[in-house]
Every structure is written in structure tokens, then in C-alpha cells.
């Protein structure tokens, strides 16, 4: 049997694992948890009252201080790890019911979210170990040190505008509704699938308009030679604040965020894994 076909099929008995799909969809309840204290320290900033990060890893310090906390962070990141698995290997060999240019994209999807998925598990074991985790001091330290070097600048502008493409990819994902051809929609009841469509249309907007902002601040950042505006999801919050009518803007999209995290636990009950 060819190399790539044993290949294949070893990712494909890894794929049908029933543990693996335990594990991821134990993975979507964390990542909705998370997701809620997201839109939770997003409401304190619009309110001027947050003492965190507004992005996931301050969402994860906020878990890890509650009683039993640090047990959940685990499981979340145990979860997350089991996801970034999963969607390595829908990269690799999987959306088979795609064809041509639709299965590439898709693929290329599996690897992003892999990544992130990657990141957030990292993020998560980081907050347990009591590792230093404030992502957007090291953002900022990171894009300070790119632009010292050689081209770091335009590299840094062209980070900033691969953030802010993922966040219109975002918006138009949910506004598309694309995210429901990965449902179970057949097992949902009308008023379920109605309350996933909701959610999920509100959910991926609100995420794609804070990474987009995210990522206009890091091209200003290249441009101005200012590594304090890059500071992510984070910056991203309080510059949408200091707008007018600024603490409206953030409470519907910390509204909106707070909605994907309702989606997730949707998601680890429908989604096809």
C-alpha cells in the first residue's frame, strides 16, 4: 500500500476515535465557558470597570481564580488539545464531501483552527502552571522586537492585515450562515436550529468585528512604529470604547461574543465530528 494511503488511513481510524470525539466535544463546553468570560471582561471594559485582559487568557485567569478552577482550565485544556487534533486531521485528510476548490478552502479552515485551537490549549496549561500568560504584554513585547529587525515592520503590517482578513472572513462567515453546513441540522428541532442559526450569525460577527479592529491596530502599530497599539483582542476592546457612543458598541459586541459561547455548547452536542 502506497505511503500516503497508509497515511491516510491511520488518520482516519484516528479521526473515528470515540474518545477523540469525547474529548473534542468536552473541548466545545470549555471553549463556550471561555468564550462567556470573554464577553464578560469585554462588558467591564465598556463599563470601565475591568482588572483583566479582555481576551481569552484573561478569560482563563478569571476561570482558573473560581473555586475548582484550575481542575477546569485543565479539562478546558485538555478539551482544546483533543479539538486541535480533530481539525489537524480534517486538514489533512478529511472534508471529503467537499470537492475541488470548496475542499482546499475548507481544509486550509481545519489548519487555522488548529492553530488557534493549539493556542488556546497552551494559553490554558500556561494559566495552570502559573506561567506568565498576559498574551497581550507578549503581543506587544513581540511586535516590538519584529519591528526592531530588518523588514520587521512590513512583516508586522502584513500580520495586521492577515488579523484583519480573518475578521471580515468571520463576519461574512456567520452573516453567511456558512457555519451551519457542519450541524447536525437533521437531529436539531425547528426551534433549536433557529436558536443555533441566531446564535451562530451573532456570535461569528461580533468575533470577526474584534479581530478585524485587532488587526487594524497592529497595522498602525507598524505604520506609527508603536507596539502599544498592538496589543490584540485586548487593545482591540479599548479602542472600540474610546468610539462614540464606544460603551454601546462593546456591550453589543461583548453581547455577541456571549452568544458564541452558547453556540459552543450547541456545537458539542450537534456539531459533526
Given at each position: 500500500?502506497?505511503?500516503?494511503?497508509?497515511?491516510?488511513?491511520?488518520?482516519?481510524?484516528?479521526?473515528?476515535?470515540?474518545?477523540?470525539?469525547?474529548?473534542?466535544?468536552?473541548?466545545?463546553?470549555?471553549?463556550?465557558?471561555?468564550?462567556?468570560?470573554?464577553?464578560?471582561?469585554?462588558?467591564?471594559?465598556?463599563?470601565?470597570?475591568?482588572?483583566?485582559?479582555?481576551?481569552?487568557?484573561?478569560?482563563?485567569?478569571?476561570?482558573?481564580?473560581?473555586?475548582?478552577?484550575?481542575?477546569?482550565?485543565?479539562?478546558?485544556?485538555?478539551?482544546?488539545?483533543?479539538?486541535?487534533?480533530?481539525?489537524?486531521?480534517?486538514?489533512?485528510?478529511?472534508?471529503?464531501?467537499?470537492?475541488?476548490?470548496?475542499?482546499?478552502?475548507?481544509?486550509?479552515?481545519?489548519?487555522?483552527?488548529?492553530?488557534?485551537?493549539?493556542?488556546?490549549?497552551?494559553?490554558?496549561?500556561?494559566?495552570?502552571?502559573?506561567?506568565?500568560?498576559?498574551?497581550?504584554?507578549?503581543?506587544?513585547?513581540?511586535?516590538?522586537?519584529?519591528?526592531?529587525?530588518?523588514?520587521?515592520?512590513?512583516?508586522?503590517?502584513?500580520?495586521?492585515?492577515?488579523?484583519?482578513?480573518?475578521?471580515?472572513?468571520?463576519?461574512?462567515?456567520?452573516?453567511?450562515?456558512?457555519?451551519?453546513?457542519?450541524?447536525?441540522?437533521?437531529?436539531?428541532?425547528?426551534?433549536?436550529?433557529?436558536?443555533?442559526?441566531?446564535?451562530?450569525?451573532?456570535?461569528?460577527?461580533?468575533?470577526?468585528?474584534?479581530?478585524?479592529?485587532?488587526?487594524?491596530?497592529?497595522?498602525?502599530?507598524?505604520?506609527?512604529?508603536?507596539?502599544?497599539?498592538?496589543?490584540?483582542?485586548?487593545?482591540?476592546?479599548?479602542t472600540l470604547r474610546e468610539q462614540s457612543y464606544g460603551s454601546l458598541l462593546l456591550t453589543l459586541v461583548a453581547l455577541g461574543i456571549a452568544a458564541f459561547g452558547i453556540y459552543c455548547f450547541l456545537q458539542s452536542r450537534y456539531r459533526r465530528v
Amino acid at each position: 500500500m502506497p505511503l500516503t494511503h497508509t497515511a491516510e488511513a491511520t488518520a482516519a481510524r484516528t479521526a473515528n476515535s470515540r474518545w477523540l470525539e469525547l474529548l473534542t466535544r468536552v473541548g466545545f463546553v470549555g471553549y463556550g465557558i471561555v468564550h462567556l468570560l470573554f464577553a464578560w471582561l469585554a462588558l467591564q471594559i465598556a463599563f470601565g470597570r475591568s482588572a483583566d485582559d479582555g481576551d481569552q487568557s484573561g478569560a482563563l485567569r478569571t476561570l482558573a481564580a473560581q473555586p475548582l478552577g484550575k481542575v477546569l482550565v485543565v479539562a478546558t485544556g485538555v478539551g482544546l488539545l483533543a479539538m486541535a487534533i480533530w481539525q489537524a486531521l480534517e486538514a489533512a485528510t478529511g472534508h471529503r464531501a467537499e470537492r475541488g476548490r470548496e475542499r482546499t478552502w475548507e481544509r486550509v479552515a481545519s489548519l487555522g483552527r488548529t492553530l488557534v485551537y493549539l493556542y488556546f490549549a497552551w494559553t490554558a496549561f500556561k494559566v495552570f502552571s502559573d506561567a506568565g500568560s498576559n498574551s497581550a504584554d507578549q503581543q506587544e513585547a513581540l511586535t516590538g522586537r519584529a519591528m526592531e529587525s530588518p523588514g520587521g515592520r512590513w512583516l508586522v503590517g502584513l500580520a495586521g492585515l492577515v488579523l484583519a482578513a480573518i475578521g471580515v472572513g468571520l463576519v461574512v462567515y456567520g452573516l453567511a450562515k456558512r457555519f451551519e453546513k457542519h450541524l447536525k441540522v437533521a437531529a436539531m428541532s425547528g426551534r433549536t436550529r433557529m436558536l443555533a442559526r441566531r446564535l451562530g450569525v451573532a456570535g461569528y460577527t461580533a468575533k470577526g468585528v474584534a479581530y478585524g479592529i485587532a488587526g487594524l491596530l497592529v497595522i498602525v502599530a507598524a505604520v506609527r512604529y508603536d507596539p502599544e497599539k498592538a496589543r490584540g483582542l485586548d487593545a482591540a476592546l479599548h479602542t472600540l470604547r474610546e468610539q462614540s457612543y464606544g460603551s454601546l458598541l462593546l456591550t453589543l459586541v461583548a453581547l455577541g461574543i456571549a452568544a458564541f459561547g452558547i453556540y459552543c455548547f450547541l456545537q458539542s452536542r450537534y456539531r459533526r465530528v
